[in-house]
């Protein structure tokens, strides 16, 4: 998202665009902290490419794409050994959940 400049200071007048009323704002950053589809940490993406693949459903070392995790088998989070997967909102490692949580209390 660009920064409000001269060239495009603008767009942030805009009122209405034919019959529309609109308001244009920043864009606002989503509150999710980013999960790596690779090894299911947080903090990072997948372009580091050193670490392994970890499943997100089984917490093995292999893409979750080629899990050969049967759907009987109880699924297991390679953050926390939970009984959830990896990408569930509420594991004890996801710190943004503990953060919403804290501020609720």
């Known amino acids: 998202m660009p920064t ?3 060239e495009n200071a603008a ?3 805009l009122t ?3 019959y529309y009323k609109v308001t ?3 864009l606002r950053r989503k509150g999710s902290q980013g999960q790596c589809f ?3 940490q947080y903090f990072h ?3 580091p490419r050193q670490r392994e693949p970890v499943c997100m459903k089984c917490a093995i070392s ?3 794409r080629n899990s050969p995790k049967p759907s009987e088998t109880p699924v297991k989070c ?3 050994e939970g009984d959830h997967t990896a990408k569930y909102a509420s594991c004890p490692e996801n710190t943004l959940q503990l953060k919403k949580s804290a501020e609720r209390a």
Request: glycine share 0%.
């Open 4 to 6: 409000k400049t001269r």
């Open 11 to 13: 767009i942030y007048r």
């Open 16 to 18: 209405s665009t034919d």
């Open 24 to 26: 244009v704002e920043d």
């Open 38 to 40: 690779k090894c299911q």
């Open 45 to 47: 993406n997948s372009r």
């Open 62 to 64: 292999h893409e979750t």
């Open 78 to 80: 390679t953050n926390c």
